[in-house]
Each structure stands twice: as C-alpha cells, then as structure tokens.
C-alpha cells in the first residue's frame, strides 16, 4: 500500500464530509488498498482498523496523540504513542458461544456492514440488531434474550475479545493527581481527523495559488508539499 496523494486526501475528504464514521473508513480503505467497498466492509472490525493504522503510518507516520481529560480531577492529559503500541493480535477465532440461563448461542465479531445495517434498522435499537447480525445460522434465541442487557454486555465481552483489534484502549498518566485512566481510541475517527485537517491545508494552498498564479487545482495538487510552501511564502 502506497501513500495517499494529496489528490486522494482531497476525494476522500469531499466524499467523507457527507457519510457516516462507518463509511468514512470504508471509504478511505477503498482509496488506499484500491478493493471494493462491499469487500471491505465484510472484515471484522478488528481487520478493518489494523488496515487503518496502516494507512495512517504510511501517510502520516506512525507518531499519535490523543487529548484525554482526567476522570479524577478534570485536568486535560495529552497522551503520545506509536501505531506499533495500539497492534494487537489477530482475531482468535471465527465464533464464539455464549450462554445465558440455559440458552447458548453462537455469535461471529461484527463487520462493517453488520454495523451499517444496525444502524439504519427502523424498528429496532442499534446493539439489539447488532446482535441478530452476528447470529451464526442455525441459532434462533428467543427474541427477549436477544433484548437482555445481561446478554448485549457479555456479547459484546466475548466479540472484542474474539477480534482484539475491534477494541484499542490507550493508557495515560495525570501528573496531577496520579490517575492512570484507560481511555478507548478510535483509529477511525483519528484518520479522519488528519484527513479533514490535510484537507483544509490543501484548500488553502489552491485558493492561495489559483487565486495568484491561475493554476488549475490538479496542477497544485501534483506540486510537492516543498514547492507549494515555498509558493505560499512568496505571496505572504
């Protein structure tokens, strides 16, 4: 997998200001590994988010840094790492079985498009038809166990721990007060981030250069970050 362009970022960026975070990053990983969306989002979760961190090393390097407040004392904690620390093993195993009562079912870690279609159900709360989507074919539970709180937690337990990955938890340290919080990061949500940050940047320098030189974006976008800098300083 190569970088992204600056072409790229700016497409992904104007496709991504109008979707959701799920389609966001199926997004980003159709640009990047050149695979179909539908193939995409058939990985689990946790096989999404590792080709995530990939792009985010290759394009941005591998350096993170995440804002975190205290939940003790409120104080604002800025957390650094590396992609290397938020890999985490490969998925286990492809189900699970998980009981309650006398019932037992057998569940697989959700994918994107178990998410996607979660979410837009109209009759349903998003965990619960999470959860029938990850049903594995012959089990059929009673509707009021799908329903159970006791049942979504220790699914959703058994599914993180199943896809490991799904799941990145960073920790960090108050200098203040002593508390060691454990916060979950969204690598998503972090790349695109960058993304629409990047993006913003690259708005700038075509306004800036088209507006004084009359170049067409596509010529901007083709320069290196070195020369359009360099251009940008010389109108400052």
Known sequence: MARLTDAQLLAIWEAGVRQSPVERALTILAAAHQRPVAELAALTIGERDALLIDV??????????????????????????????????????????????????????????DLLRALSADHEEPAVALARACLVAPCEPHDLLLRSADFLRQAGDRLAALDPQSDIVIDCRCESCGEQPSVIFDIGAYLWAAIRDRARGLLIAVHDLASRFGWSEADILAMSETRRLAYQDLLS
């Open 56 to 113: 985010h090393e290759q394009t941005f390097g591998g350096a993170l840094d995440a804002v975190v407040v205290c939940p003790a004392c409120g104080t604002a904690l800025e957390c650094v790492f590396h992609t290397t620390e938020i890999r985490y093993p490969k998925p286990l195993g492809p189900t699970a079985a998980i009981a309650i009562g006398a019932v037992e079912v057998l569940m697989r870690p959700p994918t994107s498009a």
